[in-house]
């Protein structure tokens, strides 16, 4: 116990601030029309792919700006995958299997990561859609509502880039309501 206390990285960021924006971007991926109006499957994977999209818009928001952002983009993706240790464990996946299926879900988050970039980059909701589908519904050739759940997807973006530094440092992050999701 002391040489965990001892050799741990210092946070750079609060507790609550880093509570408080990893709930948002939760709460933001869990958003009811997510599952129903783009079909976005509501099962632990589709729970997953939801997270996963928005965590890389949060991190795309924070990687390349000033100041503290990097830092708390970096505390938020240990969060995540905090988070998503525990999930494993809570569903009855076994200690020994846990470190091995964080290694394939990492690859699959920073896979995702790659691949979303582009078109997010682009504004291109086509692209993302297309992207988004290779994950999302991997054995489908359709997906009528991903190009929905895309465009969604670039108005998140273009939120996240529109709010102020010192706000997202705070923990102020806002995350847009879905278009026509019920209140």
Known sequence: MIFSKLFARKRQVSEAILIRTYEAIVAAARQPAIFSAW????????????????????????????????????????????????????????????????KKLARMFYGRAASYDGPIGAADAPALAEALMRNVFPESKEWPEGIDYA???????????????????????VFPRPSGAPS
């Open 39 to 102: 079909n976005v499957p509501d099962t632990p994977l589709g729970r997953f792919e939801s997270l996963t999209l928005h965590m890389i818009l949060f991190l795309r928001r924070t990687k390349d700006a000033a100041g503290g952002l990097p830092a708390l983009g970096q505390e938020v993706v240990e969060e995540f995958f905090r988070d998503v240790d525990h999930s494993l464990r809570e569903l009855g996946i076994g200690d020994a299997s846990v470190p091995k299926r964080m």
């Open 151 to 173: 465009r969604h997807a670039l108005t998140v973006a273009k939120t996240l880039d529109e709010q102020p530094d010192a706000a997202i440092l705070a923990g102020e992050i």
